[in-house]
């Protein structure tokens, strides 16, 4: 520290700075604090992240869910319906992104936050309720599916999180992922369905999330391999041939034949004078039966290009800047969700160049959730 002072010209304040160690006796950490002349404070918060904290606990989010519900007692009846949608979308659903795309929600922390968000919508508070006239699952789904567009919170934590994959793979050089990589594996290691106890919280709920049934159809759906050396792609295990499944799920009785299992492409051949040329190794000579499949594996792969002066790389397929996006990763997941709920009424109706509380309005009817005697009596 006293480098750091002599080197950058600051001057640290002891006196407003926080010491915490792991993994030493209580009486070693105070006798440290007490040197240092500062406080003893596991967890504490560096840059809005709380270190050591357990994100599955619902205290972590309680700074959260208040500040939220700070706005919400502000605004109280102070707007009209779309005016409720439009602050929800802007504000209540930005407050906690920064947690969102660091912690995998808990389901309760989710269920308060969407409580917080319906009460508001329908016009009610903190210690009031209104009738809620449209489910909330309903609301959640774009505009032209009978929605409002609102985030659904647990899908969209999902998405952000899913930018840790790729921000893992594409920047596997960077001093942050090289820790990451050597503490946990990195990328790949996040594809394994395994818990190891000795991980972290934070990075068992990052695969949690990516094992996700929704997150992990959607991130393979979207996600293609765009081939280089073959220096990252492992020849039997990836999905790297026009998006198809893997080469071990289409010839598995030739995998189970394979001395290479488990190698990158770059380890399967070598760049001649006439170009790439592969070095397959079978731990027995193949069966007649086997012959066929042989043929349709070598169609299947001799049509690639493996080119010496280009890394293997990802492209996301669902945005046409070829780069992961948590807004395209959500619209993904959504989809996924609303496949066959497509109404040409409600797409167009938000076309229309009318008053948004005449849209609002009509948009309540096409639903039957008007406050009518009948509605009112079910």
Known sequence: MRTFELASGLKINFAK???????????????????LNCSQSIPFVYLG??????????????????????????????HIFWGRVTLIQSVLTSIPIYFFSFFRL??????????????????????QNKIAWVKWETICLPK?????????INNFNLALLGKWKWSLFQNHRELWARVLESKYGGCRSLDE???DTNDSIWWRDLKMALHHPQQENAFHNGMVWRVGCGDRIKLWEDRWID???????KYP????????QNQLIQQMGAHKDTGWEWDFKWRRHLFDSELTMAASFLNDVVGSQIQPNRRDDWAWKPDPSGQYSAKSAYDVLKGDL??????????ELWKLRIPTKVLVFAWRLLRDRLPTKVNLRR
């Open 17 to 35: 700075s926080s010491f915490g160690a792991i993994g030493v006796p209580e009486s070693w950490k105070q006798n440290a604090a007490d040197f």
């Open 49 to 78: 992240i709380p270190i050591g904290a357990n994100p599955r606990r619902c205290q972590l989010w309680d700074p959260i869910i208040n500040k939220c519900e700070r706005k919400l007692a502000k605004w109280k009846q102070r």
């Open 106 to 127: 808990p389901r309760r922390v989710v269920e308060r936050l969407e409580c917080i968000q319906r009460r508001f919508l329908w016009g009610g508070g903190l210690d």
């Open 144 to 152: 032209e599916k009978g929605g409002l567009g609102i985030k659904d």
């Open 193 to 195: 369905a395994s818990r």
């Open 243 to 249: 998006g198809e499944a893997t080469l071990l799920a």
């Open 253 to 260: 009785r030739l995998y189970l034949n394979s001395c290479q």
């Open 338 to 347: 609303t496949k066959g709920n497509d109404d040409a009424v409600f797409e």
